[in-house]
């Protein structure tokens, strides 16, 4: 059973700096990560394949970076230069078929629990 664990989440002031990591218990096709925050839509942030497919939200371009080490079974999200409207639940997400950013995505076959990632002005 695929099983997708959150760490990193947290309370940081806007410009910092945060690093998600999510460890998964089995490879999927595509992984990353979406957020959402309530009266919000989902919205898809990074997905990857492999690393030259490696895609963001235009929301984040610049700012995020996905990577992802299969010797540890981790996939990572740097944040930098967080913006207050960062803040939402963040989602480690893996799918069979291609997963898409941007918002009102569909729900990825698998998530985890998420963790809380909160900006300050």
């Known amino acids: 059973r695929m099983q997708l664990a959150e760490s990193g989440g947290g309370l940081v002031q806007a410009g910092g700096s945060l690093t998600l990591a999510c460890v998964f218990s089995?490879?999927?096709?595509?992984m990353g990560w979406f957020r959402q925050s309530p009266g919000k839509e989902r919205e898809g942030v990074a997905f990857?394949?492999?690393?030259?497919?490696?895609r963001y939200a235009n929301s984040v371009q610049g700012r995020f970076t996905l990577s992802r080490d299969d010797d540890k079974s981790t996939l990572y999200l740097q944040m930098n230069n967080l913006k207050p409207e960062d803040t939402a639940m963040y989602y480690c997400a893996a799918d069979t078929g291609r997963l898409q950013t941007g918002f009102a995505i569909p729900m990825p076959l698998w998530r985890g629990q998420g963790t809380q990632v909160t900006v300050t002005v």
């Open positions: 990857m394949e492999h690393a030259s497919s490696t």
């Open positions: 089995d490879y999927k096709y595509s």
